[in-house]
Nanobody, 120 residues
Framework: QVQLVESGGGLVQPGGSLRLSCAAS????????MGWYRQAPGKERELVAQ???????NYADSVKGRFTISRDNAKNTEYLQMNSLKPEDTAVYYC??????????????WGEGTLVTVSS
């Protein structure tokens, strides 16, 4: 079994910053792509950013230049640094990872989500 646990969400004023973390634990052999998704009230879940095991990243147009995704492979952890936050960034943010388990099965996992609220 593999678990993804997010942390770092909360309430922040417009223009502020937050840093999300996602730690993977369990029967992990390796982790391939990791990513962050978000779902705002009444909207579909959307990709925010992704990062490969080698550190190549891509971003949704709406967050380019404001958000930065990174990972620490030794800690099986990924991060999302969010700057210049806007009210439209308000959403539940979900961690996602493609994990190769110790029995060599590759599966996709989701965290439970962490709420980010941008409001004055």
């Amino acid at each position: 079994q593999v678990q993804l646990v997010e942390s770092g969400g909360g309430l922040v004023q417009p223009g502020g910053s937050l840093r999300l973390s996602c730690a993977a634990s369990g029967s992990i052999r390796s982790i391939n792509a990791m990513g962050w998704y978000r779902q705002a009230p009444g909207k579909e879940r959307e990709l925010v950013a992704q990062i490969t095991s080698r550190g190549r990243s891509n971003y949704a147009d709406s967050v380019k230049g404001r958000f930065t995704i990174s990972r620490d492979n030794a800690k099986n952890t990924e991060y999302l640094q969010m700057n210049s936050l806007k009210p439209e960034d308000t959403a539940v943010y979900y961690c996602n990872a493609w994990v190769v388990s110790t029995n060599n099965y590759a599966m996709n996992y989701w965290g439970e989500g962490t709420l980010v609220t941008v409001s004055s």
